[in-house]
């Protein structure tokens, strides 16, 4: 069963406009959750993370996510994109039962001018 | 920079040959991960070393091994090599054993298979 859902593997959106990018886990028991970037060429870069405590994480580059409990959902989101924000982005987990991440396969966002 | 190194940047080999990727994990971490990045199975855990121990284990091909060494730097080692291997290996790092420690990536070795 997969740990963590991206919906989307291609998210096109227009400089300035809204980047929403979402991620779906499966836990009964709410788990830690990451979100990475991936530039070409690059490793993975760790935008946010969500542990416990505040559910509205704020990361790197003006990006944050909410955790919802009750939509099993970590979304990341930017107001408004920009050229440098194309690249691809992984969603995390690591369930509390173990200590193995589980990525997502992935979202390419292309920024259009 | 994350500080995780790893070497080679490319490498170019033929079939049924065995090669070895290092890593080196940032000053501090104990937890050094393997990850295989291609385009059709995206990115795949593979193996993970906690202080010079196997922790955890993925899809991890018995062709592969890993182990990582006193001074917590790792090696990948590939065996019998097929076109299929081709793809994009990462190395990460994390201070201790998972939970909510995050892991920082190298920028990976690009295996090609020809």
């Known amino acids: 069963a997969q740990s963590v859902t991206q919906l989307g593997s291609h998210v096109s959106v227009s400089e300035g406009a809204l980047v929403l990018l979402r991620c779906n886990y499966s836990?009964?028991?709410?788990?830690?959750l990451f979100w990475y970037v991936q530039y070409p060429n690059q490793g993975l870069q760790l935008l946010l993370k969500?542990?416990?405590?505040?559910?509205l994480v704020k990361g790197i580059n003006g990006f944050e996510a909410e955790f919802k409990k009750s939509e099993t959902s970590f979304h990341l989101t930017k107001p408004s994109a920009h050229m440098s924000d194309a690249a691809e982005y992984f969603c995390?987990?690591?369930?509390?039962?173990?200590?193995?991440?589980?990525f997502g396969t992935g979202t390419s966002l292309t920024v259009i001018p | 920079d994350s500080g995780v190194t790893q070497t080679p940047k490319h490498l170019i080999t033929a079939t049924g040959q065995r090669v070895t990727l290092r890593c080196s994990p940032r000053s501090g971490d104990l937890s050094v991960y393997w990850y295989q990045q291609s385009l059709d199975q995206g990115l795949q855990f593979l193996i993970q070393?906690?202080?010079?121990?196997?922790?955890a284990k993925g899809n991890i091909l018995e062709r592969f091994s890993a182990q990582q060494f006193p001074d917590l730097h790792s090696e990948l080692n590939l065996s019998s090599l097929e076109l299929g291997d081709s793809a994009l290996y990462f190395c990460?790092?994390?201070?201790?054993?998972?939970?909510?420690?995050?892991?920082?990536f190298g920028n990976g070795t690009r295996l090609t298979v020809t």
């Open positions: 990460a790092s994390s201070p201790g054993d998972g939970q909510n420690s995050p892991l920082h």
């Open positions: 969500y542990t416990t405590g505040a559910t």
């Open positions: 995390a987990v690591i369930l509390n039962t173990g200590n193995q991440f589980y």
């Open positions: 836990s009964s028991v709410p788990p830690y």
């Open positions: 070393y906690y202080n010079g121990e196997e922790r």
